[in-house]
């Protein structure tokens, strides 16, 4: 984990406004209906998916980023046939000219850097928070591309600039080009072809081959949702019961012996260690509810490359509420904080929290930010009580860069 903070801040904003409001529409197709006939299930080519689009990154403040090196990018070339792939950051002189023909620039998780495309990525909560990955965001020259390829992810395909022509097939020879630093399929015979223009995208559920060449110069933006392996899954649960294990001190603790007596047969497994192995990991297999909580910790934990920027000069709590109770909260957009149930997580870790915070911190998860009027103490005791729990709580993410005053 790289969660720790680091001081001096950034230059880029790191909170946008509590979130977009999701799609209700994807071009003329209600949202319910994309969900019920084509999400996981069949490609759709959505012309102006988003009604009156703008790109929300210009192709230098791209450029910029692919030079930081907190930020993950990768540069893609074809020339006579064989392909090139390198690896960010990459200074203003790292990257080919523009009037080259055929590279691709992809600059990984540009939702964690950029407020606009963070926005951009809110509009699609019509989809649980929890599958969603990240907005990959690629500028292309003319010919550019990554060559066909499948993945093992839902896309939507957004066009922000120029022409892009994406062919797809369901069926296809899995058969790879050898010796490419890329997954290129070797053999691949498109079923449908589309020209995207700016505001067009297109969807793409998991197992599509498909390949996309710029028609002149292009940004393509990538919105991604994943599901994590099985593997994923038990691994998270296999730490989390270590961690238990660890906390209640006996980790040592040790499978009894019921020998007594000789044996004539030294290579068998005593049944009696089978048994008690048995009983011990029937005892420790998951319930419902940390089943729930190996998920929350595992879908928030932060991506290698995220360090979150402490304050410079972080405010006390006392001054931190104040600001709070005036103007409200915004997390981070590198923060990743679900729920389920009566629990909450936020980038990887539980949070131990009272109950009666639970709303407050349910709508922070949902918007992204809590308004002013989240703070505000009304008459009694219990609100009072429950608003100042609630802003020792924030301070704390406050000073770990997790979480921004709206004011700053």
């Not at 066909?148 to 939507?156: G, R």
Request: proline content about 7%.
């Amino acid at each position: 984990m790289k969660r720790t903070p680091r001081g001096g801040g950034t230059a880029r904003p790191r909170a946008a406004p509590l979130a977009a409001a999701p799609l209700r529409q994807l071009g003329s197709l209600p949202v319910d209906a994309f969900v019920a006939r084509y999400w996981q299930q069949r490609a759709l080519c959505i012309r102006q998916a988003l009604g009156q689009f703008a790109s929300p990154i210009s192709i230098a403040a791209l450029l910029a980023l692919a030079a930081d090196p907190a930020v993950e990018s990768r540069l893609v070339a074809s020339r006579a046939g064989r392909w090139q792939l390198r690896h960010g950051p990459f200074a203003a002189g790292d990257l080919p000219p523009r009037t080259r023909r055929a590279w691709s620039l992809l600059v990984q998780g540009v939702d964690l850097h950029d407020a606009a495309v963070a926005a951009l990525a809110e509009r699609f909560r019509f989809l649980p928070a929890a599958r969603f990955d990240d907005v990959m965001i690629s500028f292309a020259t003319d010919g550019g591309g990554v060559g066909p390829h499948v993945d093992q992810y839902d896309v939507f395909l957004l066009q922000a600039v120029g022409r892009r022509r994406w062919r797809i097939a369901r069926d296809f020879d899995p058969a790879l080009v050898e010796g490419l630093p890329l997954r290129v399929l070797a053999r691949f015979r498109h079923e449908h072809e589309w020209i995207l223009e700016p505001g067009d995208a297109l969807y793409l559920p998991p197992g599509v081959a498909h390949e996309g060449v710029a028609l002149g110069e292009c940004v393509t933006i990538s919105i991604g949702f994943r599901l994590p392996a099985w593997r994923e899954i038990v691994d998270a649960w296999h730490d989390r019961q270590s961690r238990l294990l660890s906390l209640a001190r006996d980790g040592d603790a040790r499978m009894p012996d019921r020998t007594r007596a000789a044996t004539r047969v030294p290579a068998r497994v005593p049944p009696d260690m089978v048994a008690a192995a048995a009983r011990e990991l029937a005892r420790n297999a998951p319930t419902p509810r940390e089943a729930a909580r190996t998920l929350l910790e595992h879908l928030t934990e932060p991506k290698d490359i995220v360090v979150f920027d402490a304050p410079r000069a972080p405010l006390g709590p006392a001054r931190f509420g104040q600001s709070a109770r005036r103007h409200g909260v915004h997390l981070d957009l590198r923060t990743r904080m679900l729920f389920s149930g009566g629990d909450v997580a936020i980038n990887g870790e539980l949070i131990a929290a009272a109950r009666s915070l639970g709303p407050a911190l349910r709508r922070l998860a949902n918007d992204r930010g809590l308004a002013a009027a989240a703070f505000s103490a009304t008459a009694g005791a219990g609100p009072r009580q429950r608003a100042v729990a609630l802003l020792a709580l924030l301070h704390g993410w406050y000073r770990c860069g997790w979480l921004h005053l709206a004011a700053l």
